[in-house]
């Protein structure tokens, strides 16, 4: 089931790039990220009974909890929307998904699990298909937009990998998996939206309409359910083969990004994409 628990988040994280290259225009990245976040942990504080006897944590245990939060899916979730606009979905999510590799560099340092060779070579395909996807790409937005975008995802990428082994030392001190999800939201909520305001302004009528779409896909599939989902699986089998579980995403998105979007997807995505997913697939072997 925790395995199964990590494939389902990832078969809902599939469908973020495709909604938000649809809407990719109206979209500025830290406060859509802040609505969204706002959007998801909506649907838990009413269906979900939340249990404040959980929220015991140290002072050092909400900094790793915030820092879980507003790193991870706040600022990595912020550079994964701006690499979506600069590139597109397809290679925007090739290149990010090197978080899971990044996830075993920090799990290694931060909280002693072990890397094998085996994952050093998947890290090694990994990256070799982030070049197949990137070289030869033929991208509208011009060279400065596809180096913003490749930057962009890759920063996302060592972003999700740190929280996500934050995660796993965070539930150390809030082990109650509903409540460390609302925390992070609210924490998410809270502190981007008015920053984002702030640093990008605010949305016209017209675009506000588009922010909303985008966010209840996201936010509710995302991170209403998906985070749910993630934060069970790193609680159960660790915060490595979690990541490992969620390489679906990166073929998945091929077909959403396709479906819903209406985006062309290259031959050289769709292989990198493979590549990427066999890099993961070494560490099952």
Do not use: C
Not at 204 to 223: C, F, H, N, P, Q
């Amino acid at each position: 089931m925790s395995l199964l628990a990590a494939v389902l988040a990832s078969l809902v994280w599939s469908l973020n790039p495709a909604v938000i290259s649809r809407y990719g225009r109206s979209l500025k990245p830290l406060t859509f990220t802040g609505l969204r976040a706002l959007i998801a942990v909506a649907p838990l504080l009413v269906l979900v009974p939340f249990r404040p006897v959980a929220l015991n944590a140290t002072p050092y245990g909400w900094l790793v909890i915030a820092l879980s939060a507003l790193l991870g899916p706040g600022l990595g979730d912020s550079l994964y929307t701006l690499s979506i606009k600069s590139v597109g979905g397809s290679l925007a999510v090739t290149v990010s998904y090197t978080y899971i590799f990044f996830t075993q560099l920090f799990s290694l340092t931060m909280a002693g699990e072990a890397v094998s060779l085996k994952t050093a070579l998947g890290g090694v395909l990994a990256f070799t298909g982030i070049a197949v996807a990137t070289i030869g790409s033929n991208n509208s937005r011009g060279q400065g937009k596809l180096a913003t975008g490749i930057l962009a995802g890759l920063g996302a990428g060592v972003l999700w990998g740190l929280a996500t082994t934050l995660v796993k030392i965070s539930l150390r001190f809030l082990p109650d998996v509903v409540s460390l999800t609302v925390v992070r939201l609210v924490l998410i909520a809270l502190f981007l939206t008015p920053v984002g305001y702030v640093l990008e302004g605010w949305y016209d009528r017209r675009s506000l309409r588009d922010v909303i779409k985008a966010g209840l896909v996201t936010g509710i599939l995302g991170w209403t359910i998906g985070m749910y989902l993630f934060i069970y699986s790193i609680n159960t089998v660790g915060a490595s083969l979690t990541a490992v579980a969620t390489a679906f995403t990166p073929v998945l998105s091929q077909f959403t990004t396709r479906l819903v979007s209406r985006e062309r997807v290259a031959l050289n995505h769709v292989l990198g994409s493979i590549a990427v997913s066999l890099g993961v697939a070494l560490n099952y072997v």
